[in-house]
């Protein structure tokens, strides 16, 4: 009898000991069904539904709860898988609904982009090329002192020197150009804020220098007129210029395209004494690559074909195409250049080009032509020829469709001249091709003996720096070009038009 009860006991607690297992098991189970709602986001499989700042590597490599929080500074996300399921199981229980996964990362999405437009920084000192700041609210612009002011309750305060000129990787050009002072300031600290005294709330504004190496026609463009196109398009025209410079001679210059991208009269921050305030201020013109843009970095999506199209109505240039008619013979621009790297052969080039089909027009910009001028005589013609300098930048004059083709002069110069010229002529919608002058073709054999490394090892001449291989391969060489090796060259621009002609 004893052993009976000692038996059924034994099989009581073993009865026992299997629930309470079973128990267990069934808590993990739910738990890992838990844990697993929150991650998959009910994608089948799919890893869509991952929690912001978390990918595969970080959940593949034991994450921190600052890595699934998505930053280390950010304490108001969600800080670990317990957590989330935690939230998860009160949301569960207090509200009729059951909350699904898409709430929570919605929530958790907005929580983020919130805390990252409170964090994000005035200046945008990352792009290689300038520095940006962008400002709204309440915005003071002391000219005179060069500095502005922007006074916001949530803003952190910070203080930065921005020179604004869009060249920043280029120490001789940035040299000379003046430092602004741009403050945000939240109050307090016994900061005297200076009483507006001109008010144009509902006017933007944009501060930019013209400096640096402006007066060159291809830095004109690069560094200046481009990147303020990329900037101050997206306002319509309803922008201020606020500019410091003592070129005043540039503005007069380009003063056509400056009236088509603001309609407001031009502050000169030197010398001004006023104190002017906007409800929002650029300090910097943005800039993407060399003479062109990314449309995919412009708030209205304006690429280079924009520019130029809105260069064409600021000069009132005719054509927007190249010919049209088959029996027309195509005109072709030769740029001539009258100090360095000339085509000594001027003539028998043009020559050559007329026995390939073109009428042939050779022209250059001189200091005092005026730049409408130029553009009509540029907009007049299909194609466009020249040794590699600033002339080849009249191509954003040229109608689209037509076709520039640089001669590049010896001395391995192809990257650094198609950097300039090639894909932005193609952003543009034009038609790029280059010729590379040979040794036999370069006026740099008067000056060296052919087995000088000048031309055995050009790349030896590159490493001495941009000075030295400046002085050699574009200040002191001029070029005659081999009319039977360019030909061919000719017949393919001949051939492209044609393309076009057809496809239009």
């Known amino acids: 009898m004893k052993m009976r009860e000692q038996a059924m006991k034994r099989r009581m607690e073993t009865r026992k000991l299997a629930l309470f297992l079973l128990l267990g098991l069934s808590l993990g189970v739910l738990t890992c069904f838990l844990a697993v709602s929150v991650f998959s986001g009910g994608g089948h499989g799919s890893r869509e539904g991952i929690l912001p700042g978390i990918d595969e590597h970080t959940l593949d490599n034991n994450a921190t709860p600052a890595q699934l929080d998505g930053g280390a500074d950010d304490n108001q996300g969600i800080s670990s898988i317990a957590d989330a399921i935690s939230r998860l199981n009160e949301k ?15 929530e958790q999405k907005e ?6 437009k409170e964090k994000k920084s005035l200046c945008d000192l990352s792009n290689w090329r300038t520095d940006v ?4 609210g309440d915005v003071r612009i002391h000219s005179n002192s060069s500095s502005i002011l922007v006074l916001n309750s949530k803003a952190t305060e910070e203080s930065w020197q921005i020179k604004p000129y869009a060249r920043k990787f280029d120490p001789s050009a940035m040299q000379h150009i003046k430092q602004v002072s741009v ?10 804020v200076p ?6 709330t509902l006017v933007p504004a944009v501060v930019f220098v013209i400096g640096g190496y402006t007066g060159n026609y291809y830095h004109d463009y690069t560094d200046v007129l481009i990147p303020l196109f990329i900037t101050t398009r997206q306002f319509n025209g309803d922008v201020q210029f606020i500019i410091s410079t003592r070129n005043f001679w540039w503005v007069d210059k380009y003063k056509a395209i400056l009236k088509q991208l603001s309609r407001h009269e031009i502050v000169y921050l030197d010398g001004d004494e006023q104190v002017r ?30 520019f130029t199209k809105l260069m ?13 008619r088959a029996e027309e013979k195509p005109r072709m621009l030769l740029i001539q250049r009258k100090g360095t790297r000339q085509f000594t052969n001027l003539e028998e080039v043009a020559r050559t080009a007329e026995a390939a089909g073109f009428a042939v027009q050779v022209a250059e910009a001189e200091s005092m032509t005026r730049v409408a001028e130029f553009a009509r005589v540029v907009n007049s013609c299909d194609v466009m020829v020249g040794l590699h300098g600033a002339g080849l930048t009249n191509f954003v004059y040229l109608p689209t469709g037509a076709v520039v083709v640089q001669v590049i002069p010896f001395g391995n110069l192809e990257t650094i001249s198609r950097g300039c010229f090639k894909n932005s002529s193609e952003d543009a919608g034009l038609r790029y091709l280059d010729y590379s002058v040979g040794v036999e073709e370069s006026s740099l054999l008067e000056q060296y003996p052919r087995q000088h490394p000048v031309f055995t090892d050009p790349k030896s001449i590159h490493r001495q720096g941009w000075k030295k291989m400046g002085q050699v391969y574009l200040d002191h060489q001029d070029v005659k070009i ?3 090796r360019f030909k061919p060259l000719l017949l393919v621009a001949l051939d492209n038009l044609r393309q076009y002609t057809i496809e239009d």
């Open 92 to 106: 569960s229980t207090s509200s009729k609904d059951t909350v699904t996964t898409a709430e929570l990362v919605a």
């Open 111 to 116: 929580t983020q982009s919130k805390q990252i």
């Open 133 to 136: 700041c962008e400002m709204t």
């Open 183 to 192: 403050r945000s300031f939240s109050g307090g600290d016994g900061v005297v």
């Open 195 to 200: 009483v507006c005294t001109v008010n144009q």
């Open 277 to 306: 305030c906007h409800r929002r201020v650029i300090v910097g013109l943005h800039s993407h690559k060399p003479m062109s843009i990314d449309p995919e970095r412009t708030p209205g999506g304006y690429s280079m074909l924009d």
């Open 312 to 324: 064409r109505v600021t000069y009132g240039l005719e054509r927007d195409r190249p010919m049209r």
């Open 482 to 484: 081999d009319v039977d």
